[in-house]
């Protein structure tokens, strides 16, 4: 089964939208299997935005992810991945579509209350970065007969 890594960023968590944000994943019919509310470290946040370092946003990611609690959580299901992006929305909330989470609660680029992987493989790194194995949870939820064939 897919899993991806989110993060409602410091926004999220002082707006109060933890739990609009769980709840549309929920509905979705994903599956929660890792959340801790955290504030990340500076050297886990250059970690995870490794692949922006030498851009000139980079110090100013690294600063706002770290400013705040942020809610991190793994998420599994067919093609969760994917789908989590199109819940998301675009990076910046002007372009993002009504709807999504981005569309409907964010207005700033800079300030876009939520992460997510961008790809399979990404994911698998954001989850181990993230969390340790032990911290996950292997459970069967029973709607899932409901949800998948």
Do not use: C
């Not at 886990?44 to 692949?51: C, I, N, P, R, S």
């Not at 991190?72 to 009504?98: C, F, H, Q, Y």
């Amino acid at each position: 089964m897919e899993r991806t890594f989110l993060a409602i960023k410091p926004d999220g968590v002082q707006r109060g939208l933890v739990g609009e944000i769980i709840g549309r994943f929920e509905a979705k019919g994903f599956k929660l299997v890792g959340m801790k509310l955290m504030t990340a470290s500076r050297e886990l946040a250059e970690q995870h935005y490794g692949v922006h370092k030498e851009r000139p946003f980079f110090a100013g990611l690294v600063d706002f992810i770290t400013s705040g609690p942020i809610v991190a959580m793994v998420w599994e299901g067919d093609g969760v991945v994917a789908s989590a992006r199109k819940m998301i929305g675009a990076t910046n909330p002007l372009n993002s579509e009504p709807g999504t989470i981005r569309g409907d609660l964010a207005v700033n680029v800079g300030r876009n209350i939520i992460h997510g992987s961008d790809a399979v493989e990404t994911a698998q790194q954001e989850i181990s970065l993230w969390f340790k194995e032990e911290e996950l949870s292997a459970w069967t939820p029973s709607l899932t007969p409901w949800i998948v064939e």
